[in-house]
């Protein structure tokens, strides 16, 4: 699906505040995988998925889609878009129509299709989310924190993305709204088959949710591997400002105090399982 050659990007390239955001990045995304994208603040994540949707453009490197370059003079980008959906963080600061459906309806009416295959579109993408149908025709101003938020992606998936990226998509939510939110993407990746990029700067939700985990840091890729392969490496991960998930912070405390753990868990059924095993023993 994708592949980045040594991909590097330069913000302000030549001016006073120029800075390396990505630097030589190589990396290989395939078919239906659920991939969780973490680094800290400034790692180049935010770039990253930019240039996956042709936001941006490399300074150098080259970024394929179903092999072919996604920057090439004969590209059709309109079309990249179309199946590469990007959700931004707060997506429903982006909510503007008079109603929930109109705003759904945008982004296949860009595509040009007709207005009953823009309804029909919005129509479904409005049922994935779980929006109640009593929300589709309100202002998206009166519904909820949680609501536009839905209101929000279900404008992506009216597009009918095979590849959802999404930046943080659960900021600003209580615990109950971000369980709702990820609980959604897990069962939308399930019902369509999409790629889904959760760039999220919480451990534990990538942990719980994801099957591929990329950490970066200073512009690269430092760790790529499942989520017991990557938070496996905790010395290198607070080098670069992040952690283990905390069950697995804390089954390391036991394991440290002379029980023989598993130290290697990242969720907490996991850590359940751990230690009601223990307790057999």
Excluded: W
């Excluded at 429903?92 to 982004?107: A, I, P």
């Excluded at 890729?221 to 499942?226: A, E």
């Excluded at 905390?246 to 440290?256: H, L, Q, S, W």
């Excluded at 023989?260 to 399982?273: L, M």
């Amino acid at each position: 699906m994708f592949v980045l050659d040594e991909v590097s990007y330069i913000y302000d390239k030549g001016g006073a505040y120029q800075s390396q955001a990505l630097d030589r990045v190589s990396l290989t995304v395939g078919d239906g995988e659920f991939i969780g994208l973490i680094g800290h603040t400034g790692s180049g994540k935010s770039t990253l998925i930019q240039l996956m949707d042709a936001l941006l453009k490399p300074d150098s490197g080259t970024i394929y889609y179903n092999g072919e370059d996604i920057n090439g003079s004969s590209y059709d980008r309109r079309k990249l878009r179309s199946e590469v959906g990007l959700v931004f963080q707060y997506p429903e600061h982006q909510l503007f129509e008079e109603s929930v459906f109109k705003d759904v309806c945008f982004g296949p009416k860009n595509l040009g299709l007709s207005q009953k295959e823009q309804e029909l579109r919005a129509y479904r993408a409005l049922e994935l989310t779980g929006l109640s149908k009593e929300c589709f025709y309100q202002s998206p101003f009166d519904l909820s924190g949680g609501q536009k938020r839905r209101a929000a992606i279900a404008g992506v998936l009216s597009m009918e993305p095979k590849v959802f990226i999404l930046d943080e998509p659960t900021a600003g939510l209580d615990p109950k709204g971000r369980k709702e939110i990820l609980n959604l993407i897990r069962d939308l990746r399930e019902k369509t088959g999409m790629t889904v990029i959760l760039v999220s700067h919480s451990m534990d939700d990538v942990a719980d949710y994801a099957d591929r985990i990329i950490a970066m840091d200073k512009g690269r890729v430092f760790l790529d591997g499942t989520p017991k392969e990557v938070f496996a490496h905790a010395e290198e991960l607070a080098e670069a400002g992040l952690s283990v998930p905390e069950v697995t912070a804390i089954v390391r405390m036991i394991a440290d105090r002379g029980l023989p753990v598993d130290t290697s868990v990242t969720t907490i059924p996991e850590a359940r399982d751990e230690i009601l095993r223990i307790l057999g023993r």
